[in-house]
């Protein structure tokens, strides 16, 4: 069975940081795309970020324009696991994070074969 499996969220203040990480087990994901997705109540789905792994590496990176550059998307383990580092977290960053994997690039509207169970990230002053 394909699982993954999502840590690191919490609650923070505005302009702190957290890492999510997300570690994936049942198979490998070498040359397939993880990332991240977001849903915050009442709101619709939003892709945050996404990695390509190949070649023993991270072969490419994509971000939301959303991100600005306070966010940061990486791989490890053989493209296995990947993680979240966000920084300059702001209220409107509040949401249920998801770690999602594909063979398919991963983007806006796109719909991951492969989802974990998503952890809380809150930022409140």
């Known amino acids: 069975q394909v699982r993954l499996i999502e840590s690191g969220g919490g609650l923070v203040h505005p302009g702190d940081s957290l890492r999510l990480s997300c570690a994936a087990s049942?198979?490998?994901?070498?040359?397939?795309?993880m990332g991240w997705f977001r849903q915050a109540p009442g709101k619709e789905r939003e892709f945050v970020a996404g990695?390509?792994?190949?070649?023993?590496?991270?072969?490419?990176?994509y971000y939301s324009n959303f991100v600005k550059g306070r966010f940061t998307i990486s791989r490890a383990n053989a493209g296995n696991t990947v993680t979240l580092q966000m920084n300059k977290l702001d209220p409107e960053d509040t949401a249920v994070y998801y770690c999602?994997?594909?063979?398919?690039?991963?983007?806006?509207?796109?719909?991951?074969?492969?989802w974990g169970q998503g952890t809380q990230v809150t930022v409140s002053p």
């Open positions: 049942g198979r490998t994901f070498t040359n397939d795309d």
């Open positions: 990695t390509r792994w190949r070649s023993g590496r991270t072969y490419s990176t």
């Open positions: 999602a994997a594909d063979s398919s690039p991963l983007g806006p509207g796109s719909a991951p074969s492969y």
